[in-house]
């Protein structure tokens, strides 16, 4: 049995994440999740996102304004489900008078890792259209990663030139795109293991939670997802131009 916590009590922070068609909301509290809820069906987010958080709400006993704050998913990711994401957590943020936290996709998947410091990692996700988004990251003394670059789009094949190993690769990016970062690194290509492979809005929280603690909050009004292409009407405008 695991030793109790010796941390004080703190209210929960309640994470949204809806980056990918796997999404997830959890109920954070000193880096424990409490509660956690994901899907992954057809059926999008704004058919079930208000449901699972009131779900998991009510699972916990908690009140919306017993809540720190709320934590979202900004990206990058799906366009639809980033807006939705952040959208709903920009309304109960204004609704109910709670702090905002932006936390970026990859940041979250990177995070679903702990490795001996110095470990190279690279977080990518599938960005459709025969191209990946992708950060990288190195382990710190802790374990956890520390961010290296800026968020990039770009073909697999691409990336698989940038990258040299032993480097551990996590996100759906790399399960879809497998067979071409085993034939550019061979063994040195390190797949996580499969249940790190989709965004969890446990991770996300725990990230809010250190932005929070650090005072780094959303504007509720102004926000935008971290898109880092166009969209696809952007560029059919500009292609109309």
């Known amino acids: ?9 703190t209210k929960p922070l309640l994470a949204i994440e809806c980056a990918t068609m796997c999404g997830s909301v959890a109920l954070i509290s000193n880096s424990r999740c409490l509660a956690e809820y994901s899907l992954d069906v057809q059926t999008t987010h704004s058919q079930r996102l208000l449901k699972q958080l009131e779900l998991i709400r009510q699972k916990v006993g908690v009140e919306w304004p017993e809540l ?6 900004l990206g990058p990711g799906s366009f639809t489900g980033l807006r939705i ?28 890792v702990v490795a001996l410091p110095g470990t190279k990692l ?32 770009l073909r697999p094949e691409r990336l698989a030139e940038q990258l040299s190993g032993p480097i551990i690769l996590v996100g759906d990016g790399a399960t879809t795109y497998r067979e071409i970062f085993k034939n550019q690194l061979g063994e040195a290509a390190i797949f996580a293991p499969s249940a790190s492979h989709f965004p969890r809005a446990a991770t996300i929280g725990q990230l ?13 009004v102004s926000s935008v997802p971290i898109y880092v292409r166009a969209s696809e009407a952007e560029i059919n405008l500009r292609q109309k131009k």
């Open 1 to 9: 049995m695991a030793a109790p916590s010796t941390q004080p009590a």
């Open 208 to 220: 809010g939670e250190e932005l929070l603690a650090r005072g780094e909050l959303l504007d509720p």
């Open 85 to 112: 994401g952040l959208s709903v957590a920009k309304g109960l943020a204004l609704a109910v008078g709670l702090p905002l936290m932006g936390v970026s996709t990859l940041d979250g998947l990177a995070r679903q």
């Open 122 to 153: 690279c977080a990518l996700l599938d960005a459709r259209k025969q191209e990946v988004y992708a950060a990288f990251y190195t382990s710190g003394e802790d374990g956890l990663p520390v961010r290296t670059g800026a968020d990039l789009v």
């Open 68 to 73: 720190a704050g709320l934590a979202v998913s």
